[in-house]
Nanobody, 122 residues
């Protein structure tokens, strides 16, 4: 069973930056794509950024040019760097893993999910 643990959330002023991380562990690590999603209160969960094992990335339009996702395969960790944060970026950020061989934006493709980390922009 894969476990995903997020960290790095917190409170930041608008215009600031945060770097999240997600580390995977467990015996079944055959997933190929890691994604980050977020959910604001009373809103549906939405994709933020994803990265395939080979390094291909994809982003939601709302974060393009501000967020950058990277990974360290040796550490089984992904890192979304979030710059120029806006009030609308607030929410719980979730890390997820998908068996997709490409940068999958559809959250239905994701099999494993972390518990989430809160990001608050004020």
């Amino acid at each position: 069973h894969v476990q995903l643990v997020e960290s790095g959330g917190g409170s930041v002023q608008a215009g600031g930056a945060l770097r999240l991380s997600c580390t995977a562990s467990g015996p079944d690590l055959n997933f190929a794509c890691m994604g980050w999603f977020r959910q604001a209160p009373a809103e549906e969960r939405e994709v933020v950024a994803v990265i395939a094992r080979i390094g291909t990335t994809a982003y939601a339009d709302s974060v393009k040019g501000r967020f950058t996702i990277s990974q360290d395969n040796s550490k089984k960790t992904t890192y979304p760097q979030m710059n120029s944060l806006e009030l609308e970026d607030s929410g719980v950020y979730y890390c997820a893993a998908s068996p997709a061989q490409w940068a999958e934006l559809n959250q239905r493709s994701y099999t494993y999910w972390g518990q989430g980390t809160q990001v608050t922009v004020s």
